[in-house]
Protein backbone atom coordinates (compact mmCIF):
# COMPACT_ATOMS: atom_id res chain seq x y z
CA UNK A 1 0.00 0.00 0.00
CA UNK A 2 1.00 3.53 -1.23
CA UNK A 3 1.94 5.90 1.42
CA UNK A 4 3.20 8.98 1.69
CA UNK A 5 3.67 11.26 4.97
CA UNK A 6 4.95 14.72 4.42
CA UNK A 7 6.24 17.26 7.29
CA UNK A 8 8.83 20.41 7.67
CA UNK A 9 6.03 22.86 6.49
CA UNK A 10 5.72 26.12 8.63
CA UNK A 11 6.15 29.64 8.67
CA UNK A 12 9.10 31.54 6.97
CA UNK A 13 10.24 34.88 5.93
CA UNK A 14 10.12 36.24 2.58
CA UNK A 15 14.05 35.07 1.21
CA UNK A 16 14.48 32.42 3.89
CA UNK A 17 14.51 28.70 3.01
CA UNK A 18 12.60 25.55 4.31
CA UNK A 19 13.08 21.80 3.52
CA UNK A 20 9.59 19.43 3.21
CA UNK A 21 10.40 16.37 3.64
CA UNK A 22 8.03 12.61 2.64
CA UNK A 23 8.47 9.39 4.26
CA UNK A 24 7.49 6.88 1.33
CA UNK A 25 6.59 3.58 1.73
CA UNK A 26 4.50 0.59 -0.37
CA UNK A 27 6.66 1.74 -3.95
CA UNK A 28 10.33 1.51 -4.98
CA UNK A 29 11.20 5.09 -6.14
CA UNK A 30 13.39 3.90 -8.73
CA UNK A 31 10.39 3.05 -11.38
CA UNK A 32 8.06 5.70 -10.40
CA UNK A 33 8.16 8.97 -10.58
CA UNK A 34 7.86 11.26 -7.43
CA UNK A 35 6.45 14.88 -7.10
CA UNK A 36 5.32 17.94 -5.02
CA UNK A 37 2.70 19.67 -6.03
CA UNK A 38 0.99 22.62 -4.55
CA UNK A 39 -1.85 24.24 -4.00
CA UNK A 40 -2.68 27.82 -2.61
CA UNK A 41 -6.15 29.53 -1.25
CA UNK A 42 -8.34 30.24 -4.71
CA UNK A 43 -5.83 28.72 -6.54
CA UNK A 44 -5.06 25.92 -9.27
CA UNK A 45 -2.99 22.91 -8.23
CA UNK A 46 0.53 23.54 -9.23
CA UNK A 47 3.31 20.81 -9.68
CA UNK A 48 6.61 22.57 -8.55
CA UNK A 49 8.57 19.30 -9.12
CA UNK A 50 9.24 15.98 -10.35
CA UNK A 51 11.79 13.63 -10.21
CA UNK A 52 12.05 10.06 -11.92
CA UNK A 53 14.82 8.16 -10.95
CA UNK A 54 14.84 5.74 -13.88
CA UNK A 55 14.68 8.61 -17.04
CA UNK A 56 16.80 10.20 -15.18
CA UNK A 57 14.81 13.40 -15.85
CA UNK A 58 13.69 16.38 -13.57
CA UNK A 59 11.01 19.11 -14.24
CA UNK A 60 10.60 22.62 -12.35
CA UNK A 61 7.86 25.10 -13.77
CA UNK A 62 9.88 28.54 -14.01
CA UNK A 63 7.63 29.67 -10.74
CA UNK A 64 9.98 28.19 -8.85
CA UNK A 65 12.82 27.12 -11.17
CA UNK A 66 16.53 27.71 -9.56
CA UNK A 67 14.85 27.67 -6.07
CA UNK A 68 13.45 24.22 -5.44
CA UNK A 69 15.33 21.29 -5.45
CA UNK A 70 13.97 17.70 -5.15
CA UNK A 71 15.49 15.25 -4.29
CA UNK A 72 15.85 11.50 -2.06
CA UNK A 73 17.77 10.10 0.54
CA UNK A 74 20.05 7.41 -0.75
CA UNK A 75 17.73 4.14 0.97
CA UNK A 76 15.53 6.12 -1.61
CA UNK A 77 12.61 5.71 1.34
CA UNK A 78 12.36 9.63 2.08
CA UNK A 79 11.88 12.42 -0.59
CA UNK A 80 12.58 15.69 -0.06
CA UNK A 81 12.16 19.50 -1.50
CA UNK A 82 14.48 22.03 -0.41
CA UNK A 83 13.04 25.60 -1.20
CA UNK A 84 15.00 28.64 -1.30
CA UNK A 85 14.81 32.62 -1.71
CA UNK A 86 10.89 32.33 -0.85
CA UNK A 87 8.30 34.29 -1.97
CA UNK A 88 4.85 35.01 -0.35
CA UNK A 89 3.38 33.81 -3.43
CA UNK A 90 4.79 30.16 -2.89
CA UNK A 91 2.31 30.35 0.55
CA UNK A 92 0.64 26.94 -0.33
CA UNK A 93 -0.39 23.31 1.10
CA UNK A 94 2.44 21.20 -0.40
CA UNK A 95 2.09 17.42 -1.60
CA UNK A 96 3.98 15.02 -1.98
CA UNK A 97 2.87 12.76 -5.02
CA UNK A 98 3.45 9.59 -6.79
CA UNK A 99 1.91 7.28 -9.63
CA UNK A 100 -0.06 4.13 -9.65
CA UNK A 101 1.80 2.74 -12.70
CA UNK A 102 5.51 2.69 -13.62
CA UNK A 103 7.42 4.41 -16.18
CA UNK A 104 5.78 7.79 -16.88
CA UNK A 105 8.61 10.57 -16.59
CA UNK A 106 8.48 14.23 -15.86
CA UNK A 107 6.44 16.61 -17.93
CA UNK A 108 4.43 20.03 -17.55
CA UNK A 109 1.17 19.69 -16.05
CA UNK A 110 1.20 15.84 -15.54
CA UNK A 111 -1.55 14.11 -13.04
CA UNK A 112 -0.52 12.01 -9.84
CA UNK A 113 -2.71 9.42 -8.59
CA UNK A 114 -1.34 8.98 -4.99
CA UNK A 115 -1.14 12.03 -2.60
CA UNK A 116 0.25 12.47 0.69
CA UNK A 117 -2.30 14.62 3.28
CA UNK A 118 -0.24 17.97 2.60
CA UNK A 119 1.95 20.18 4.97
CA UNK A 120 1.08 23.86 4.82
CA UNK A 121 4.24 26.40 4.15
CA UNK A 122 3.35 30.10 5.19
CA UNK A 123 5.78 32.81 3.81
CA UNK A 124 5.35 36.20 5.01
CA UNK A 125 6.99 38.95 7.41
Known amino acids: QVQLVESGGGLVQPGGSLRLSCAAS????????IGWVRQAPENQREGVAC????????YYPRSVEGRFTISTDDAKTNIYLEMNNLKPEDTAVYYC??????????????????WGQGTQVTVSS
Open 97 to 114: VTDRLPGYGCYPDRSWDY
Open 26 to 33: GFNLDFYA
Open 51 to 58: LSIRDRST
